[in-house]
Nanobody
Framework: QAHLVESGGALVQVGTSLQLSCVTSGFRFRAYDMSWYRQSPGKERELFATITGKDGSTNYADSVKGRFTISRDNAKNTVWLQMNNLKPEDTGMYFC???????????????WGQGAPVTVSS
């Protein structure tokens, strides 16, 4: 019964900024790592940003490091993605993901949103 809903996708110009949000429900949000993935036609889905449930630490793929920021608010059950200095290669469908292996304080979970389209035009 986990639900994740992305919003904020848009058509934007190269060099501009965009913020996506992912509002979740149906699971104990603070117990799970949250990630952003993206996928372009003909390409494999790419994990590019993660923020942990344990301590809020973040990890980024080299493709977005220094330009994108992932954040979360456990009181709002929401994760955000701030994207700056967008490039044409950032174009794709952006997916929010909640993940956690089984532990004493949580069920195993791997839940996905339906995606938000981001198009960066030159």
């Amino acid at each position: 019964q986990a639900h994740l809903v992305e919003s904020g996708g848009a058509l934007v110009q190269v060099g501009t900024s965009l913020q996506l949000s992912c509002v979740t429900s149906g699971f104990r949000f603070r117990a799970y790592d949250m990630s952003w993935y993206r996928q372009s036609p003909g390409k494999e889905r790419e994990l590019f940003a993660t923020i942990t449930g344990k301590d809020g630490s973040t990890n980024y793929a080299d493709s977005v490091k220094g330009r994108f920021t992932i954040s979360r608010d456990n009181a709002k059950n929401t994760v955000w993605l701030q994207m700056n200095n967008l490039k044409p290669e950032d174009t794709g469908m952006y997916f929010c993901n909640a993940h956690g292996d089984w532990a004493w304080d949580r069920a195993a979970l791997d839940a996905w949103g339906q995606g938000a389209p981001v198009t960066v035009s030159s």
